[in-house]
């Protein structure tokens, strides 16, 4: 592993690192507020917003296609070797144990690397975790403003010998949204199946 690599990876976990410690200071004040039975507009994180992107299956879609249900987002790339395999099969693990009631769950795979993950590439890959995923991609312009909704690092790894096989540096976070497209929270990774569950299942308690 070249000293380059070596750089991007430290840098992606210190965002990693610096972006949790804020998203869960912010989730802390936003439940002291209502505890404490003052109302507030604001979002407990900055995180989602408006998206146009393209199915798996060629379809065009905004994130208004995906109103009314849970979001549970992944950013990632095909060619991942390790992380974005492990937490996609924890993702498909999470719609197992909620089986019919994930119904409301749509779970989302953005690809941070549109180069190479072209609607038929993403719709090869997203069949071997769970029927219910959906892969999106786009224009390089595209990934970028989606990414940057979602506070998510990325960058081409520098220095491969084989310019076609080259990896991409990238925060690890999977990204839970209320139906109405709110944020609810992050889990990082190597967060279990169950948690997840338990997450969307005290939303839902809450009466949201």
């Not at 065009?60 to 974005?84: H, S």
């Not at 999470?94 to 409301?104: C, I």
């Not at 890959?125 to 990934?143: C, M």
Request: hydrophobic share 45%; charged share 20%.
């Amino acid at each position: 592993m070249n000293r380059d690599r070596l750089v991007r990876m430290a840098l992606a976990c210190l965002v990693g690192l610096i972006m949790a410690a804020v998203i869960a200071w912010m989730t802390i004040r936003h439940d002291q507020r209502q505890a404490g039975g003052v109302a507030t507009n604001v979002a407990p994180a900055s995180i989602g917003g408006p998206f146009t992107l393209t199915t798996h299956d060629g379809r065009v879609v905004t994130d208004q296609d995906f109103a009314g249900k849970f979001k549970l987002v992944f950013f990632g790339y095909t060619f991942c070797p390790d992380i974005c395999p492990t937490e996609l099969q924890t993702i498909a693990q999470a719609m197992d144990l909620m089986g019919d009631s994930g119904a409301d769950v749509q779970p989302l795979f953005i690809t941070i690397d549109p180069e190479r993950d072209t609607a038929p590439v993403l719709a090869d890959y997203v069949k071997l975790f769970h029927p219910s995923i959906i892969g999106l991609t786009g224009t390089a312009e595209q990934i970028a403003a989606v990414a940057k909704a979602y506070r998510v690092y990325y960058a081409r790894s520098q220095g491969e010998p084989d310019p076609t096989q080259y990896l991409m540096d990238h925060s690890t976070f999977a990204y839970l949204l209320a139906p109405d497209g709110s944020f609810v929270t992050v889990f990082a990774k190597g967060s279990t199946p169950e948690q997840m569950v338990d997450a969307i299942n005290a939303y839902r308690s809450r009466g949201r």
